[in-house]
């Protein structure tokens, strides 16, 4: 595609319940990441995925936060038994090669948590 | 990776050339400098990216003195649009993951 396309926009969800968000990177993108933003905060480091390499996860919160990348391509971001915490914009990136390459971002989850 | 401090908010006038400077007082040899832009509700956008001296492009100018210890962003003539966060992040082509900082607010006033 033209672009990181992110879905869906907007989720909301009860507190306790699983959400899947998705990311789907640029065509031929190897590496993507998965950053997490809070209103009026900086962005977070979540989990980064480059080719066939195990992902990096030092960035997940907890064992509630998952992420995996099927086929080197899409990739979703899923929390289990949401918190009222997890409450923030989820952004997805991409960049051709590596780290410190043009990093290409999504318009992001908006997801809300009750 | 290098850690980098940015003055947390900025204002300045529309017309006005805005200069925004990032320091990197640990920067390794290997390091690029990149800045990224972002404004409310969307995901940051790269803006620009150098290793020493100066680099332009149709966005804004990068300078980056001979010692590389920190780097600065000119925008010229800013507009009410320029409102938005921007980011410095340090680090290697193909080294570690990308870390942003809490980045500058820069406010553009009327």
């Known amino acids: 595609g033209a672009g990181v396309s992110q879905s869906p926009s907007n989720k909301v969800t009860e507190k306790g319940k699983d959400v899947e968000l998705r990311c789907d990177p640029i065509?031929?993108?190897?590496?993507l990441y998965w950053y997490r933003q809070s209103l009026g905060q900086g962005l977070e480091f979540l989990i980064y995925?480059?080719?066939?390499?195990?992902?990096?996860k030092s960035g997940l919160p907890s064992d509630r936060f998952s992420a995996e990348r099927t086929g080197g391509s899409v990739s979703t971001l899923t929390i289990q038994r949401t918190q009222q915490e997890d409450s923030a914009v989820y952004l997805c990136?991409?960049?051709?090669?590596?780290?410190?390459?043009?990093?290409?971002f999504g318009s992001g989850t908006q997801l809300s948590v009750l | 990776l290098a850690k980098t401090t940015q003055p947390i908010s900025m204002d300045s006038y529309e017309g006005q050339e805005v200069n925004i400077t990032c320091s990197h007082n640990?920067?390794?040899?290997?390091?690029?400098i990149t800045w990224y832009q972002q404004f409310p509700s969307q995901g940051p956008r790269f803006i620009i990216q150098?290793?020493?001296t100066k680099v332009t492009n149709e966005v804004a100018s990068l300078f980056i003195p001979a010692d590389r210890k920190s780097s600065t962003l000119s925008l010229p003539r800013v507009s009410l649009s320029d409102t938005a966060v921007y980011y410095c992040l340090v680090g290697p082509p193909g080294g570690d993951k990308i870390i942003f900082g809490k980045g500058t607010r820069l406010h553009i006033l009327p």
């Open positions: 065509s031929g993108h190897t590496a």
């Open positions: 640990n920067i390794a040899t290997n390091d690029y």
């Open positions: 995925f480059q080719g066939n390499s195990a992902p990096d």
């Open positions: 150098g290793y020493k």
């Open positions: 990136a991409s960049s051709l090669k590596a780290t410190n390459e043009k990093l290409f």
